[in-house]
């Protein structure tokens, strides 16, 4: 068993805060201690810090009732966006997010020579210095960053840095990495809202951990591939009745091809949460990664 860090904890706790304001802006404190089940303490500190940062701002209510006018908390109107980053073999895109994960912009290049230079002359050209405040980086199974690097000139000296290294001095904020497929689904763990989840991936090997209250727990392979290897109602029971035993909240299924989630899926109407794990999903992952991250990474 793995048990989390009071470190990780704090950062799981940040995000569930975070994601809350997302969902809900013009929440108030109480609402929000009252939403993500945590001390009211926890959240006045995640909060005050989160003001001091300048990433959220609190407003006064302007409905008053008796007593103090209520106040309410949102994303900061102001803030820079994010640029992520997607790296396939021989085309890169890249898409601007507001704060409030809405999608400002897209673009794509072709990059036949795969040139890790081509690349962060390109990406220089589209956003100026200062435009963005995060950068994410998603790269996908075809791709290794470690063969995009680039020669980088600070204006003194010539050097052969990283792409990710090169972004994060030119535009001196954070740079988040995250390769697709399986990664994916340990930061989805991560960011698990509850604390009593059932996380199953299933691509040639099937493996599955679950998240109950503070510890990561391993599931068997052999007890998995025996369930996977039965039919879907089959499948339901089994999981269904894991769910019973360990008082689980939910049961995630992700499917790292189209395959594996074209025979599964219909799992969706049995009481089981069925994904496929593509670009979007792995995009959206990265988006609340790069929320977590501070200014100064």
């Not at 609402?31 to 945590?38: F, Q, R």
């Not at 497929?181 to 509850?194: F, I, K, N, R, Y």
């Not at 998240?211 to 068997?220: A, C, D, K, T």
Request: net charge neutral; proline share 2%; hydrophobic share 40%.
């Amino acid at each position: 068993m793995k048990h989390l860090k009071i470190e990780e904890i704090r950062k799981q706790n940040k995000h569930l805060l975070k994601e809350t304001i997302h969902h809900h802006p013009g929440i108030s404190r109480i609402e929000l201690s009252k939403l993500v089940d945590l001390a009211p303490s926890t959240v006045t500190e995640i909060v005050n810090e989160l003001l001091e940062d300048g990433i959220l701002q609190e407003k006064k209510s302007a409905i008053q009732r008796k007593g103090r006018p209520a106040k309410k908390l949102y994303f900061q109107d102001n803030s820079l966006p994010y640029l992520l980053i997607e790296f396939r073999a021989k085309i890169i895109y890249t898409y601007v997010y507001s704060l409030n994960h809405e999608l400002l912009e897209s673009r794509n290049f072709y990059n036949q020579e795969n040139d890790g230079s081509l690349i962060f002359e390109w990406v220089k050209d589209m956003f100026p210095k200062n435009c963005v405040s995060k950068i994410g980086l998603l790269v996908h199974d075809d791709t290794q960053l470690s063969d995009l690097n680039v020669l980088y000139d600070t204006g003194y000296v010539s050097q052969i840095l990283t792409i990710r290294d090169a972004l994060k001095d030119y535009y001196h904020c954070p740079v988040e990495e995250q390769v697709s497929g399986l990664t994916t689904l340990s930061e989805l763990m991560a960011l698990s809202l509850h604390k009593q989840d059932a996380f199953i991936c299933v691509s040639k090997k099937i493996e599955g951990k679950i998240l109950l209250e503070n510890e990561v727990i391993p599931l068997n392979r052999d007890y998995l591939s025996e369930i996977f290897n039965s039919n879907l109602e089959v499948i339901a029971t089994q999981l269904n009745q894991l769910r019973r035993f360990l008082n689980l909240k939910n049961i995630f299924i992700y499917c790292l091809n189209e395959k594996s989630f074209g025979r599964y899926m219909d799992l969706n109407s049995l009481s089981i949460t069925v994904y496929q794990v593509n670009s979007s999903l792995s995009r959206q992952v990265l988006f609340h990664k790069m929320l977590l991250i501070g200014t100064n990474g």
